[in-house]
């Protein structure tokens, strides 16, 4: 099943805030928050996982990345529940100190507010992104008990991300993924999600092949369960290497203009979207770095003899 709306997955999960941009609630002994969606939808993500918790707190949030997208309601949620311990790789914490970082977080915060002003989102908190401190900094493989039968495994899963982790909740079968898969988006368009390395975000794929997921939780628009969770990881490497052949092309076609190959990958696969669909500003900084990487891989590994004499401008 393919799951695009808020409210209970399955024992104990839910997704909360908007589908397009959610936040995910594991409840139980210890109740984990996993990412930090947009600081706009701070007040939706607050509102329902009060109606999930009632009184109760929850104790832990665990970052899969550094994008604004998801680490923005962390600094309301922390000041909310002042216990909350908020867990995430050190490579994401150390992103997360520069001040350069935290300015990028703050334009495309207030970009992704516009837009869900314009598509009539309500409540919508304006204030501004605000950096936050760890408590707890997560390495690959670690483990962490939430009760005696319950336990969350931070998976590496580099490819969108060097900062990237994934979660597994192995008792329940559950995998937070976010953007080391494909998003699914609005209109059933399969979003490759490598902006770093393609080759890692392959190999990232092929590890979570192996864990046997039965809930596989995606960063945006949906939530995958029983068949379509491998249906789905399976399609991400599909997606993946026809954006690489395609984008491939349109590099030697435009002769390795940077610019250019970028304006024929949004025509192609942004332009006619319907809303929701991912804020241009930001689409455009993710599609410039994916283009960027793949001229990287061409030019590094070139199968054929087709980057020579292709000047790149940057």
Same mark, same amino acid.
């Given at each position: 099943?393919?799951?695009?709306? #808020? ?30 969606? !947009?600081?706009?939808?701070? +007040? ?16 832990? @949030? ?12 962390? /600094? ?14 050190? /490579? ?11 300015? +990028? ?5 207030? *970009? ?11 409540? +919508?908190?304006? &204030?501004?992104?605000?950096? !936050? ?41 559950? @995998? ?17 999600? !490598? ?14 092949? #192996? ?13 995958? &369960? ?21 984008? *491939? ?30 804020? *241009? /500003? ?33």
């Amino acid at each position: 099943m393919i799951i695009k709306e #808020t409210g209970k997955i399955s024992d104990g999960l839910y997704v909360i805030g908007s589908p397009a941009a959610p936040v995910y609630l594991l409840d139980g002994p210890a109740p984990v928050i996993f990412d930090g969606g !947009f600081t706009a939808l701070s +007040l939706q993500y607050e509102t329902g996982i009060k109606a999930v918790l009632g009184t109760r707190k929850p104790e832990y @949030l665990f970052l899969t990345h550094s994008h604004f997208d998801h680490v923005g309601a962390v /600094s309301h949620f922390k000041a909310i529940w002042p216990g909350l311990r908020i867990g995430g790789s050190g /490579s994401c914490r150390e992103i997360l100190s520069k001040q350069s970082a935290i300015q +990028l977080i703050k334009r495309l915060s207030c *970009e992704g507010t516009r837009n869900f002003k314009r598509m009539n989102v309500h409540p +919508l908190d304006e &204030t501004p992104f605000k950096p !936050f401190d760890f408590d707890i900094l997560i390495t690959p493989d670690q483990t962490i008990k939430l009760s005696d039968n319950l336990t969350v495994m931070a998976v590496h899963t580099p490819g969108h991300t060097w900062d990237f982790m994934s979660y597994w909740v192995p008792e329940k079968k559950i @995998l937070i993924a976010s953007e080391a898969v494909a998003i699914y988006e609005n209109d059933g368009y399969i979003q490759p999600e !490598f902006l770093v390395d393609f080759d890692a975000y392959r190999d990232s794929l092929k590890k979570i092949q #192996t864990l046997d997921a039965t809930v596989l939780c995606a960063g945006h628009h949906a939530v995958f &369960t029983n068949s379509d969770v491998m249906d789905h990881i399976t399609a991400s490497l599909e997606a993946a290497h026809t954006y690489l052949m395609t984008t *491939e092309r349109f590099l030697v076609q435009e002769k390795g203009d940077i610019d250019q190959t970028v304006f024929r990958v949004k025509a192609a696969e942004w332009d006619n979207r319907s809303w929701p669909k991912q804020p *241009e /500003s930001a689409y455009l900084l993710n599609t410039r770095q994916r283009v960027k990487t793949i001229w990287k891989r061409m030019k590094i590994n070139p199968e054929k003899d087709i980057t020579a004499d292709i000047h790149i401008r940057e």
